[in-house]
């Protein structure tokens, strides 16, 4: 017997709407599996019981006096704590903003408030989302929901492992160079980045705000465009937002891949590819084409620089968006100094973890005189070429695969000690942040030790609903169960 | 060959207090992953035009309408330290 807490929101909905269940029911499921896990998980950093709660019995009323409701009500959801949720503690996993409580709602968290969300809690992540493990939180790691002794991924590693453990029913996550994407393939769940702008970044704590991008994990292909279709749309509160209309991104799901023409991207079972992982994107790849995709091999010829590219346009830009942490207005400040500078000097010294001080050390450096040209300058010139590699692979085709992640969920502590091993993470989900095209990664299956693996799918800018459709097909062929092992032992 | 940074500099215009331990580590960190990042620089792109946005967007204006701003004591909330309606800080000149 499945507990409503490891259901899709899509399940839950008509079961919601004719009355054979209520808010109040899938919240307390969700608290349930909160108490008996959340121990050995820790993917939240605030649960949030009473507003859960309440918001759910206020669903159920709405409900009883016949109110329309949409497909988000009653459902519940975990932010990842670098969304600004009034009133409720919003850290982004770091010390420097340990007790702050933002005055306002980033918008993603507002529209889906709006449509009804039940907020479940703010879930931990890699301290302001630098990180490939969640190992970079201030408040302690994530544990993997398949594997306890493995990290869940990063950055948004919280939000994964609250989906796979049955915590939350979906998560709203954040993807800057694939921090959505890479923990729902480390913790078999779906991980969408869609396009850049798609939905607002207000209230999204900025790391690198030409390459962050809000995106969501969901259980299913399906859910995944009915909160992205919640949450998506222009926001006259982020100038970079696009005039895309709100919509249903469900409506063509169902029409499959035939005739779709999907190119595997060259290097996608290359050096640092574990077996397991080609393996399986191998046969989800064999999967498209039973299902009447046409399969070629596509060349991103620069995607070997992008990763490059990426380590020092982000770090620039986190230098510049950290900046504002100065001990003046909000968050920590050291104690004990004369003069501001110092101060400030000594509050950043003090409330930033080692990898945020890397990046902004790193970013400080490439935006340097001197330097701005060779590092920074060059840099964005490769983007460009990324976006013209993009261009070329979509005059040819619809979609592109790769596995989402080279390798499934290391151990906890295997990589902290190089940063750089660590960032070879991102080399397959960096190219797509550069573009700003939309991705979507889903689990197609495991390796010997029962690790899932992730495939990625990539289309063109605003091609969602290619991005979907395809993923529900291949999705329904493949017939994974997101059912972890912690989620299985709580039911048990 | 890893990248050599003049740490002290670098932290000066970062802001950024660090031990003399951090100093060590970041230099060789920093170092390596420069060493990677420079090969940015193995591209010829004498003729391409830098992206500092993948889909930009120019002259993105909202209505000019008044709107209520965040009460005093709603921006003061999470102020480390105050006196009155202001955020106070340590000195910010030098006196004579």
Known sequence: MTELCDRTASDLAPLLAGGEISAVQIAESCLARVDAVEERVRAFLTVTPDVARERAAALDEYRAIGAEQTPLAGIPLAVKDVFATQGIRTTAASKILDNYVPPFDATAWSRASGDGAVLMGKTNCDEFAMGSSNENSAFGPVHNPWNLDTVPGGSSGGSAAAVAAGEAIWALGSDTGGSVRQPAALCGVVGLKPTYGLISRYGLIAFASSLDTVGMFTRSVRDAGVLLGSLAGRDPRDATSLDAPRRDYTTSIEEGVAGLRVGVVADAFGEGVQPAVAGRVRAAVDTLERLGASIGEVSLPHAAYALSAYYLIAPSEASSNLARYDGVRYGFRAPGSTDSVEMMTATRGQGFGPEVKRRVMLGTYALSAGYYEAYYGQAQKVRTLVIRDYDEAFANYDLLVSPTSPTTAFRLGEKVDDPFAMYLNDVFTIPANLAGVPALSLPCGLDDEGLPVGVQLTAKVLDEPTLLRAGHALENALGFDPTSPVAREAVS | ?96
């Open chain 2, 1 to 96: 060959m890893p990248v050599e940074i003049d740490i002290e500099h670098v932290a000066r215009l970062a802001r950024v207090a660090l031990a003399e331990g951090e100093k060590t580590q970041l230099t060789a960190q920093l170092g390596q992953i420069l060493e990677h990042a420079a090969r940015v620089g193995e591209v010829a792109v004498a003729d391409v035009e830098p992206t500092a946005s993948a889909i930009p967007r120019v002259n993105v204006l909202r209505p000019d309408e008044p709107e209520p701003s965040l009460p005093v004591e709603e921006a003061l909330f999470n102020a480390p330290e105050r006196e009155g309606d202001r955020f106070k800080v340590p000195r910010i000149a030098e006196i004579e």
